[in-house]
């Protein structure tokens, strides 16, 4: 589940699990050899690469509490940059590294954080919209942050600053408590997000769930065509020699 890009793209990091226990793995593109990220205690979930490849970023939960932690992939070395009783998952770093943007229920329900990526950072909350907010994904140019929105029974895909302000809805489903739209994932160019679609349940169980694009307007949402149900996208950063 939720395979993430490494920005030298021989790379990818996920979540599989291995005798029912959520494990973080690297998939080396180029050999097809996987490692488990650490024998940690808890269960490990929501991976991402810092911009340069060299950490990982992902939640640990450990006694019933999930915290943002962060692992030097040359070093091992392991940093716990949140503490808190609250559930805190979903973390993505900027474009620079010098940030991460996290879920967090410490305000009661899910909102969208925004902390520098050093342990015991001030979190700063940025979501002030109706609704809960989940999966912040820095955009690639740095100037929005990318998030799934549930509101009023209904899914939604949108954008905000990252101070919080302009936010703006790009796809959502239209009956409340049928279908969702999640998982948002950024073009390099920043300018277009993928996202996947589950339509609303029939007779025979849960609808299809599909892979759409939108770009930044709203408008021009395409389907992307694959042979099957596909979810959890992620877009891979422009190859070395397209840039």
Same mark, same amino acid.
């Given at each position: 589940?939720?395979?993430?890009?490494?920005?030298?793209?021989?790379?990818?990091?996920?979540?599989?699990?291995?005798?029912?226990?959520?494990?973080?793995?690297?998939?080396?593109?180029?050999?097809?050899?996987?490692?488990?990220?650490?024998?940690?205690?808890?269960?490990?979930?929501?991976?991402?690469? %810092? $911009?340069? /490849?060299?950490?990982?970023?992902?939640?640990?939960? @450990?006694? !019933?509490?999930?915290? +943002? *932690? &962060? #692992? =030097?992939?040359?070093?091992?070395?392991?940093?716990?940059?949140?503490?808190?009783?609250?559930?805190?998952?979903?973390?993505?770093? %900027? $474009?620079? /590294?010098?940030?991460?943007?996290?879920?967090?229920? @410490?305000? !009661?329900?899910?909102? +969208? *954080? &925004? #902390? =520098?990526?050093?342990?015991?950072?001030?979190?700063?909350?940025?979501?002030?919209?109706?609704?809960?907010?989940?999966?912040?994904?820095?955009?690639?140019?740095?100037?929005?942050?990318?998030?799934?929105?549930?509101?009023?029974?209904?899914?939604?895909?949108?954008?905000?600053?990252?101070?919080?302000?302009?936010?703006?809805?790009?796809?959502?489903?239209?009956?409340?408590?049928?279908?969702?739209?999640?998982?948002?994932?950024?073009?390099?160019?920043?300018?277009?997000?993928?996202?996947?679609?589950?339509?609303?349940?029939?007779?025979?169980?849960?609808?299809?769930?599909?892979?759409?694009?939108?770009?930044?307007?709203?408008?021009?949402?395409?389907?992307?065509?694959?042979?099957?149900?596909?979810?959890?996208?992620?877009?891979?950063?422009?190859?070395?020699?397209?840039?």
């Amino acid at each position: 589940l939720t395979p993430r890009f490494s920005p030298t793209l021989q790379e990818i990091t996920y979540l599989s699990y291995f005798k029912d226990k959520p494990r973080v793995y690297i998939y080396n593109i180029d050999t097809g050899k996987q490692e488990v990220l650490g024998d940690f205690p808890g269960m490990t979930f929501a991976p991402r690469f %810092s $911009p340069d /490849g060299n950490r990982v970023i992902m939640s640990m939960a @450990r006694y !019933g509490n999930s915290d +943002i *932690y &962060v #692992m =030097d992939l040359h070093t091992r070395v392991v940093e716990k940059l949140t503490d808190h009783s609250a559930i805190e998952t979903a973390p993505s770093f %900027s $474009p620079n /590294g010098d940030k991460v943007a996290f879920e967090s229920d @410490r305000s !009661g329900k899910q909102q +969208i *954080y &925004v #902390m =520098d990526a050093v342990p015991g950072a001030e979190a700063k909350r940025i979501s002030y919209g109706s609704g809960k907010y989940a999966t912040p994904v820095w955009s690639p140019r740095g100037d929005l942050i990318a998030f799934t929105k549930q509101y009023k029974r209904l899914f939604a895909i949108g954008v905000m600053r990252v101070d919080g302000s302009g936010e703006r809805i790009l796809a959502s489903t239209t009956t409340p408590g049928r279908g969702l739209v999640e998982g948002p994932t950024w073009a390099p160019n920043g300018r277009v997000l993928m996202f996947f679609r589950q339509e609303p349940s029939g007779k025979n169980g849960n609808g299809r769930t599909r892979l759409w694009s939108v770009d930044l307007t709203g408008y021009n949402k395409r389907e992307i065509i694959t042979p099957i149900d596909a979810s959890d996208p992620a877009w891979s950063p422009l190859s070395p020699l397209n840039r």
